[in-house]
């Protein structure tokens, strides 16, 4: 099933990239386990970060990118505090219907 146009996911929960076939995570993994993630200064997205967060919080600010290992499609970019591991959670595959 193509859930949008970077990821498919098959029925045992195999995440594959649409675009390169790369596994992205087995079924049971959390998801896209395998991908490859880089954290960047968050300011380095662009408009997006008008601001330097260091105005608002003491706490380091990051993005991190996360990239298909195959052929580096950029799969989700999220933004938040270094000090956590993943701020969004990895519970989409969790998430998806038998
Ligand atoms: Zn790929």
Redesign the pocket.
């Known amino acids: 099933m193509k859930v949008d146009e970077n990821l498919m996911i098959s029925a045992a929960g195999e995440e594959r990239?649409a675009?390169?076939?790369?596994l992205l995570a087995l079924g049971g993994e959390p998801h896209l386990f395998r991908a490859i993630v880089r954290e960047v200064d968050a300011t380095a997205l662009g408009p997006q970060v008008r601001i330097a967060p260091e105005r608002y919080t003491p706490a380091a600010i990051v993005a991190r990118l996360t990239l298909?290992p195959?052929?580096?499609?950029q799969l989700r970019v999220s933004v938040g505090p270094r000090s956590t591991a993943d701020h969004r959670g990895r519970a989409l595959g969790a998430a998806l219907p038998d």
């Open positions: 990239c675009h390169c076939d790369a298909c195959g052929c580096l499609t």
